[in-house]
């Protein structure tokens, strides 16, 4: 919006996550890296726009294995993290959004062998994605 030269933590937040959307952080790593002029972000700020990013469902949320934190990527073009399959790199932790169509066989299959349904959204494949198999 012209005119608007106030920047609202929000989008100083926003525009970091878009330079960094192949990038898994942490709350810390946005309040080290944010340094917009006139934007006051402290530790809560941040956590509270994190956590209404994760609602709108434009931000995934994980638990690293082995790093004491929670760490954060954010889905740009990939519709929202609450209605499909993530797989994530054990090795590195980067995060992949997954169409849930590739899966619909599968899903089919699983609910007739088993009679269950997976919960797309909450569902995280654990793979080694192909710069970690490189090394
Ligand atoms: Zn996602
Ligand atoms: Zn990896």
């Known amino acids: 919006m012209k005119g608007e030269y106030k920047t609202k933590p929000r989008n100083a937040i926003i525009e970091y996550l878009k330079e960094n959307a192949d990038t898994r952080f ?3 790593d946005i309040l080290n890296a944010v340094d917009v002029e006139g934007v006051e972000l402290d530790r809560s700020t941040v956590y ?3 956590e209404r990013l994760c609602k709108e469902g434009c931000l995934v ?5 082995g790093v004491n934190a929670t760490c954060y990527q954010y889905s740009e073009g990939h519709g929202s993290c609450h ?5 994530q790199c054990s090795v590195c932790g980067k995060i992949f959004h997954l169409d ?3 899966l619909e066989d ?3 299959k699983i609910k007739k062998e088993y009679g269950i349904e997976i919960d797309y ?15």
């Open 106 to 108: 599968a899903s089919a």
């Open 100 to 102: 849930n169509s590739i």
């Open 83 to 87: 209605d499909h399959m993530h797989a």
């Open 26 to 28: 942490t709350a810390r």
């Open 48 to 50: 509270r726009n994190l």
């Open 121 to 135: 959204g909450k569902t995280v494949l654990m793979c080694i994605c192909q710069e970690c198999k490189k090394k």
């Open 61 to 65: 949320k994980y638990k690293e294995t």
